[in-house]
């Protein structure tokens, strides 16, 4: 299994990033696909995730309408961030997880310790 990041860079405040994901090696139409990040002497959060259907993305609150989460039939995930903040800085990490929700909504999409494989992370630095 491999979950390669792409995109991440500095850029001042208010600036934009567009953050890839290549996944291979297990069956990804199958997985929901999501982004966290982690800052320095922060625990690790959910920033944006996408069903395996592509019909239902989760955002935390403090990203929302700033970033797009998408994803392709294939194999990739993209995470557009805009109106980039300070605050945004972290590096942020590709994960995949087959989640197990109760209804149409999952309660735990944006928990990491739901999810199976992880990226090695990408550098994202928003100065102001």
């Known amino acids: 299994v491999q979950l390669m990041e792409f995109g991440g860079g500095s850029v001042q405040a208010g600036g934009s990033l567009r953050l890839s994901c290549n996944a291979s090696?297990?069956?990804?139409?199958?997985?929901?696909m999501g982004w966290f990040r982690q800052a320095p002497e922060k625990e690790r959060e959910g920033v944006a995730v996408?069903?395996?259907?592509?019909?239902?993305p989760y955002y935390a609150a403090p990203v929302a309408g700033r970033f797009i989460i998408s994803r392709t039939h294939l194999n990739t995930v993209t995470l557009q961030m805009n109106n980039l903040e300070p605050e945004d800085t972290a590096m942020y990490y590709c994960?995949?997880?087959?989640?197990?929700?109760?209804?149409?909504?999952?309660?735990?999409?944006?928990?990491?310790?739901?999810?199976?494989?992880w990226g090695q992370g990408v550098q994202v630095t928003v100065s102001s």
């Open positions: 994960a995949a997880a087959k989640l197990v929700c109760s209804g149409d909504y999952c309660d735990s999409a944006l928990v990491p310790s739901e999810y199976t494989y």
């Open positions: 996408i069903s395996y259907s592509g019909n239902r």
């Open positions: 090696g297990f069956v990804f139409r199958t997985n929901s």
